[in-house]
């Protein structure tokens, strides 16, 4: 999108800004609890002609910039939030990727 003056917006500002880093967060669920959704991608899969689809698992992704300088900083400040609020650690597991 073409912006005419000086008014960007907020992700663009953060975009521009030399010391914002990308914290990418992958949430799944963890080996032995039953995956609802995945068993009914996989069922679905199956339906529509695919049956060598086999053990389909469904998480997500959550992404996030981060003001940061220090790639090992802002992993840990991550995994703090991973911890306390992005994933139930009881039953899932995560990936920080940080860029």
Same mark, same amino acid.
């Not at 669920?29 to 996989?42: M, Y």
């Given at each position: 999108?073409? $912006?005419? /003056? +000086? ?5 663009? $500002?953060? @975009?521009?800004?030399?010391? %914002?880093?990308? %914290?990418?967060? !992958?949430? #799944?669920?963890? +080996? ?10 996989? &069922?679905?899969? !199956? /339906?529509? /002609?695919? +049956?060598?689809?086999?053990? @389909? $698992?469904? /998480?997500?992704?959550?992404? #996030?910039?981060?003001? %940061?300088?220090? %790639? ?14 992005? @994933? &139930? ?5 995560? $990936?920080?990727?940080?860029?």
């Amino acid at each position: 999108m073409l $912006r005419m /003056g +000086p008014s960007l917006s907020l992700w663009e $500002r953060v @975009a521009k800004r030399s010391d %914002a880093m990308k %914290a990418t967060v !992958h949430v #799944f669920l963890k +080996p032995g609890v039953l995956d609802v959704q995945g068993k009914a991608v996989e &069922n679905a899969l !199956h /339906g529509l /002609g695919w +049956p060598s689809v086999k053990d @389909a $698992r469904v /998480g997500r992704v959550i992404e #996030f910039d981060l003001d %940061a300088t220090d %790639a090992e900083a802002a992993k840990a400040e991550v995994k703090s939030m991973c911890e306390k609020l992005l @994933a &139930n650690t009881v039953i899932e597991s995560y $990936r920080i990727d940080i860029a």
